[in-house]
């Protein structure tokens, strides 16, 4: 649920007239995005959407990921194309906040998806990371093992509330990867969505018809993102719920790993490494939601996600020592 | 803002499969009426928008709403068209919720209504009156005089509350309509929408284009609706924010009365009742919101609105004395 910023009619048609988009038919809020405002938005020359930034995200990044979305739009690669305005620029300013109209793009979120789908999205990744391996512009990852640290200090106590024990595994967790150091690995590297949930996916029917939501994009090991992929795509919640009863479907982890190496095969390095990264991409995600958790005022208007979702997978993460151990 | 219910790849294809609409290309949540879960659905047949109807709408009062849209779209009326199944039913049930299936409006929602929209407004409402005059089902107003002793009883001290000595106005008003009792005045009585406020009106510029969520549509005295749009379209907020400050624009009163009657003139005796009758509708939505305000648990994902926006009006229409006082 995301719409943060209202837009007048007296904005919004100040705003369309610095494009060459004519007038608003329709303009209505959609939840799509957790981090940003994104409205429905037709025109006479058609459907777009229009992006708000809210304060997570930092203004000097935006021309980054608007240029990944633009060189991969220029390749025809399935994702929101940002519009210029007549002034040959795509970001510019309504309400106050930085803002981007963007192409729409059809498709559903899948929020189960199946092991056809994952195979999809393995090969749609792939192709991203082939499209974009000439993009110029580089940007750190702002959650790698770097910002762990930071992350967790004076966190432990509502670890061990969630969970009785919690904190300690923890700890190792973020000691095992510091000593891996995964940042000095010799794996292959370059422009990743970093982000790439079952929400930020496309299908029509199980074919993938696209990708959104580049707003965690970075320059990182390209086996990073397919390991993000294995942590959101092939874990299943049990009958008990959210957290407990989490289990690794094994068949849909084959078929991401086999839909991604069928466009761009892995390094043995990448397969050595596909344990800790997967590790590590659980322990980000554990780590942001945890913060998330601990600082959202209870009954705020954006419920946080359950940390121990990943809690779990992180239990899962320890045991295996190869890439075989996802299916691949 | 409105998704509460979520609607699974499974079901949405299974839902779909009832209908002759081929299979979703798009599906997003929107944030649109209060009252319930409304999606933006395309198919390779066009656009619609897909309801879920929630707890707050009873399920016995549906065949009434929908009917009453579908009675107005074979008039060429431009609203939300039910569009039906296979089996010719246009209701039908989607993750355990009645739901429909709309065809979509063009048009957006004014954020603040200027004269011209406020006369477009007034001959779009008189013509949903003359297009329904010959709809033959027929529904009590809920929240008529009637109801008002009922959501009233035990709020007094919110009210005192929200204003020191708002209770004693508030009770004041009450017997005041029960005194005048509106219900028994010979009034036109007929189908009316009954909460036409900006949000449930689409305008393509300045020209109306279609209203939307009849989810309070019931049989009452025709000038009724047209008091509750004076309500919701004539009063303007003060610089000094949301309740303070509030104004009466007669500018925009006198154009929604005009553009009512330029498709049916007011008789007398709607002319004569229309004090009481906005009277009445500032009560029903200052009532409706306190019962919101105070039942909304503190946090909750739903912001009640503020009922003081219509102590306001109830200090305006208090004063006025005929419908002249509201530029008619």
């Known amino acids: 649920m995301a719409v943060y910023t209202h837009v007048s009619d007296e904005a919004l048609a100040a705003f369309l007239a610095e494009y060459d988009l004519g007038n608003a038919l329709s303009f209505k809020g959609i939840a799509e ?10 025109t006479s020359k058609g459907r777009f959407i229009l992006t ?11 021309p980054f990921f608007i240029g990944v979305k633009q060189h991969l739009a220029a390749k025809g690669y399935p994702c929101p194309e940002p519009i210029m305005g007549k002034d040959g620029k795509a970001l510019r300013t309504l309400e106050g906040r930085d803002a981007v109209i963007t192409s729409f793009l059809e498709g559903l979120s899948p929020r189960r998806p199946n092991v056809v789908q994952c195979r999809g999205l393995g090969e749609g990744l792939a192709r991203m990371h082939v499209a974009l391996a000439d993009f110029g512009m580089t940007r750190e990852n702002a959650l790698g093992p770097a910002s762990w640290p930071r992350l967790w200090e004076g966190r432990a106590a509502n670890a061990d509330a969630l969970l009785h024990g919690l904190a300690g595994r923890i700890e190792s967790d973020i000691a095992a990867i510091a000593k891996a150091d995964p940042d000095s690995l010799p794996l292959p590297r370059g422009t990743i969505h970093a982000d790439l949930f079952p929400d930020n996916a496309f299908f029509l029917g199980d074919d993938f018809s696209g990708a959104i939501d580049f707003y965690f994009a970075c320059t990182d090991a390209l086996a ?3 390991a993000v992929c294995l942590n959101a795509w092939a874990f299943e919640d049990g009958a008990a719920g959210e957290a407990a009863g989490l289990q690794f479907n094994f068949s849909k982890g084959a078929a991401l790993i086999a ?13 050595e490494a596909l344990p800790i990264l997967a590790r590590g991409a659980a322990l980000r995600f554990f780590l942001t939601r945890l913060v998330d958790w601990t600082d959202t005022p209870e009954g705020a208007l954006v419920r946080p996600k359950n940390p121990l979702e990943y809690a779990g997978r992180l239990s899962f993460h320890r045991k295996v020592t190869s890439a075989a151990g996802y299916g691949g």
């Not at 995005?33 to 037709?42: K, T």
């Not at 839909?259 to 397969?271: K, M, Q, T």
């Open 33 to 42: 995005g957790v981090e940003n405002s994104n409205y429905f938005l037709e």
């Open 52 to 62: 708000l930034f809210e304060k997570r995200v930092k203004a000097d990044d935006l």
């Open 224 to 226: 990073y993102d397919l």
């Open 259 to 271: 839909g991604y190496e069928s466009v761009r095969p892995l390094e043995p390095a990448e397969r």
